[in-house]
T-cell receptor, first 114, second 114 residues
């Protein structure tokens, strides 16, 4: 049973560019949440998708957007990249439809903005 | 609003000694509480969770935590530290329904002294 998978593993972008990160949830899960973890910090919630809609959003600008597909996989898009966007981006999946409280995390995508 | 405070960004214990990692939370509603562990260059792994019911919660790898409402605490303990316990530990609180966003503390880096 595959867990949460994310791609790519590492990414280097230049300021002003756009980036797309991808996440496939754990089998049986229907909800995907995205977190940003800056170096030496705890993860910060970006947003959560359920039934292809954004259900919750953290304190992140509109440059951060997402999408959830019918197969429950998800994308995180960041436009107009800033140096401060350099971080580990974590995807977590859960089973909101089943009332499960546990979020399972993927290995993350390390984004470096130069 | 919810928040988590982890006391001690770095904790060192000798192999075989008691591990105690402190977490205090603030929540306007009954909290759902979690401890996650993060090994270098990896995602987060759930150690244990408190939802409702028994206040002493047992998790994986010999860890346990006790929910103390009067002290708004959820400290993580392990009777005997192993070298493999060296990692970053995060305490987190979730929303009203338990499957919403996670709010993390800043983390505690645990070092095991041989």
């Amino acid at each position: 049973d595959a867990g949460v998978t994310q791609s790519p593993t590492h990414l280097i972008k230049t300021r002003g560019q756009q980036v797309t990160l991808r996440c496939s949830p754990k089998s049986g899960h229907d909800t995907v949440s995205w977190y940003q973890q800056a170096l030496g910090q705890g993860p910060q919630f970006i947003f959560q998708y359920y039934e292809e809609e954004e259900r919750q959003r953290g304190n992140f600008p509109d440059r951060f957007s997402g999408h959830q597909f019918p197969n429950y996989s998800s994308e995180l898009n960041v436009n107009a990249l800033l140096l401060g966007d350099s971080a580990l981006y974590l995807c977590a999946s859960s089973s909101r439809g089943r009332g499960s409280y546990e979020q399972y995390f993927g290995p993350g995508t390390r984004l470096t903005v130069t | 609003a919810q928040s988590v405070t982890q006391l001690g960004s770095h904790v060192s214990v000798s192999e075989g000694a008691l591990v105690l990692l402190r977490c205090n939370y603030s929540s306007s509603v009954p909290p759902y509480l979690f401890w996650y562990v993060q090994y270098p260059n990896q995602g987060l792994q759930l150690l244990l969770k408190y939802t409702t019911g028994a206040t002493l919660v047992k998790g994986i790898n010999g860890f346990e935590a006790e929910f103390k409402k009067s002290e708004t605490s959820f400290h993580l303990t392990k009777p005997s530290a192993h070298m493999s316990d060296a990692a970053e530990y995060f305490c987190a609180v979730s929303g009203v329904f338990g499957n919403e966003k996670l709010t993390f503390g800043t983390g505690t880096r645990l070092t095991i002294i041989p």
